[in-house]
């Protein structure tokens, strides 16, 4: 799994996301025939990547197996379409993601539905001649069509978040739905889904989210918000019980339209000799 953090400014978008990395590989076949799919994770992968000319690029979360190579090798070697037309854009866009569904399908296709990893992508793509990024989330999940959304989030997660979504939010939503079933209105219990839909509304008292303008946040302040953020969960995780779902150094990506296009690369670690320090 992943934390996943996404700062959208009016003239940049930053990603930052942590280094560990669960990919699934097959080890035999059971008595029946059917493939063994186990997963196995890495704690030094890079999952943000731009794209070959710079236009954009994409955060991975999940599986991040693509046939025989990952998703952040097949983006890397591709190019985002950068076009003007928004509804053009949309349907580059379309196509570029049903060219890895196409590949995706074709590795894992003699394995039932149910044993497929889900992967989800979040894109960002510049447009010739604009000055405003747009966000993307794109799902795969088992033999469906991808589904590709325009996001209008300012400040978005993606992963493993539950920690950071607390303080983003100023609630734990499984915390506040289970006190909820415990409350009683006369002999009847709260309907937790009244207790959601009132968090999901505007309230008088805003929170730390709705606080927070990256509109005209400087970049430098966007990359720290989005290292906070995605530091806090790693930590959390790290002292939680139970296995930890993302850790490992920092890498943060910017996608910058103004006053020029280009990729800002900072990478939370380096290769190096396996025996040094």
């Not at 990952?70 to 993601?97: G, K, N």
């Not at 992508?121 to 990024?133: E, F, I, R, V």
């Not at 978040?161 to 219990?189: N, P």
């Given at each position: 799994?992943?934390?996943?953090?996404?700062i959208?400014?009016?003239?940049a978008?930053?990603?930052?996301?942590?280094?560990?990395?669960t990919t699934?590989?097959r080890?035999?076949?059971?008595?029946?025939?059917?493939?063994?799919v186990?997963?196995?994770?890495?704690?030094?992968?890079?999952?943000?990547?731009?794209d070959?000319?710079?236009?954009?690029?994409?955060?991975v979360?999940?599986s991040?197996t693509l046939?025989?190579?990952?998703?952040m090798?097949y983006?890397?070697?591709r190019?985002?379409?950068?076009i003007?037309?928004?509804a053009?854009?949309?349907?580059?866009?379309?196509?570029?993601?049903?060219?890895?569904a196409?590949?995706?399908?074709?590795?894992?296709?003699?394995?039932?539905e149910?044993?497929?990893?889900?992967?989800?992508?979040l894109?960002?793509?510049?447009?010739?001649?604009s000055h405003?990024?747009?966000?993307?989330?794109?799902?795969?999940?088992?033999?469906?069509?991808?589904?590709?959304e325009?996001?209008?989030h300012?400040i978005?997660?993606?992963?493993?978040?539950?920690?950071?979504?607390?303080l983003?939010?100023?609630?734990?939503?499984?915390?506040?739905?289970?006190?909820?079933?415990?409350?009683?209105?006369?002999?009847?219990?709260?309907?937790p889904?009244?207790?959601?839909?009132?968090?999901?509304?505007?309230l008088k008292?805003?929170?730390?989210?709705?606080q927070i303008n990256?509109?005209?946040?400087p970049?430098?302040d966007?990359?720290?918000?989005a290292?906070?953020l995605?530091?806090?969960?790693?930590?959390?995780e790290?002292f939680l019980?139970?296995?930890?779902?993302?850790?490992?150094?920092?890498?943060?990506?910017?996608?910058?339209?103004?006053?020029?296009?280009?990729?800002?690369w900072?990478?939370?670690?380096?290769l190096?000799?396996?025996?040094?320090?």
């Amino acid at each position: 799994m992943t934390i996943a953090v996404a700062i959208r400014t009016l003239s940049a978008i930053i990603f930052a996301a942590d280094s560990k990395l669960t990919t699934y590989g097959r080890v035999g076949y059971d008595k029946d025939g059917e493939a063994i799919v186990v997963p196995q994770t890495y704690d030094n992968a890079t999952k943000i990547v731009a794209d070959c000319n710079s236009t954009g690029m994409a955060a991975v979360i999940g599986s991040a197996t693509l046939g025989k190579i990952s998703f952040m090798d097949y983006i890397a070697s591709r190019s985002l379409p950068a076009i003007p037309d928004d509804a053009a854009q949309e349907t580059a866009l379309r196509t570029f993601v049903e060219e890895m569904a196409a590949l995706r399908t074709e590795y894992w296709g003699d394995v039932p539905e149910e044993k497929w990893p889900d992967t989800v992508l979040l894109l960002a793509t510049s447009a010739a001649g604009s000055h405003s990024p747009a966000l993307w989330h794109v799902e795969y999940s088992g033999k469906k069509n991808p589904v590709l959304e325009r996001l209008t989030h300012r400040i978005y997660l993606e992963g493993s978040y539950r920690q950071v979504f607390s303080l983003l939010y100023g609630y734990d939503s499984h915390v506040v739905l289970a006190a909820a079933s415990e409350i009683k209105v006369g002999e009847q219990t709260l309907d937790p889904n009244l207790m959601a839909e009132a968090l999901g509304k505007g309230l008088k008292v805003l929170k730390p989210v709705e606080q927070i303008n990256p509109h005209v946040m400087p970049i430098q302040d966007a990359m720290d918000l989005a290292f906070f953020l995605a530091t806090a969960q790693v930590q959390m995780e790290r002292f939680l019980p139970g296995e930890a779902l993302c850790g490992g150094p920092i890498d943060v990506m910017v996608l910058k339209t103004a006053p020029v296009q280009e990729i800002l690369w900072h990478p939370g670690k380096e290769l190096h000799h396996p025996g040094s320090r």
